[in-house]
Nanobody, 117 residues
Framework: QVQLVESGGGLVQPGGSLRLSCAASGNIFRIYVMGWYRQAPGKQRELVAN?????????ADSVKGRFTISREDAKNTVYLYLQMNSLKPEDTAVYYCNAAGAGFDDWGQGTQVTVSS
């Protein structure tokens, strides 16, 4: 099992930037893929971006060219980041960090991102 703690959400104006962070601890050596998902009110949770251990990344079409996912490995913690630029009101959602591997699929508590003038 992996424990995930997100931070970095907040209120930002359209066109602004935010950087989300996620700290993963526990059985980090079993992680195969980490990703960011989001869920807007009344909508299903959707994949924003993910990164596989070998380094390949995937992005939702709606965020390509604006968001960048990255990962940093420390001794006992894995850090996952999401740099969000040129934010739009439709990016408003609760953003969740996810880590998955053989036999587990763990989620953080979520962090609110609100894009509004």
């Amino acid at each position: 099992q992996v424990q995930l703690v997100e931070s970095g959400g907040g209120l930002v104006q359209p066109g602004g930037s935010l950087r989300l962070s996620c700290a993963a601890s526990g059985n980090i050596f079993r992680i195969y893929v980490m990703g960011w998902y989001r869920q807007a009110p009344g909508k299903q949770r959707e994949l924003v971006a993910n990164i596989i251990t070998i380094g390949s990344t995937n992005y939702a079409d709606s965020v390509k060219g604006r968001f960048t996912i990255s990962r940093e490995d420390a001794k006992n913690t894995v850090y996952l980041y999401l740099q969000m630029n040129s934010l739009k009101p439709e990016d408003t959602a609760v953003y969740y960090c996810n880590a998955a591997g053989a036999g587990f699929d763990d989620w953080g508590q979520g962090t609110q991102v609100t894009v509004s003038s």
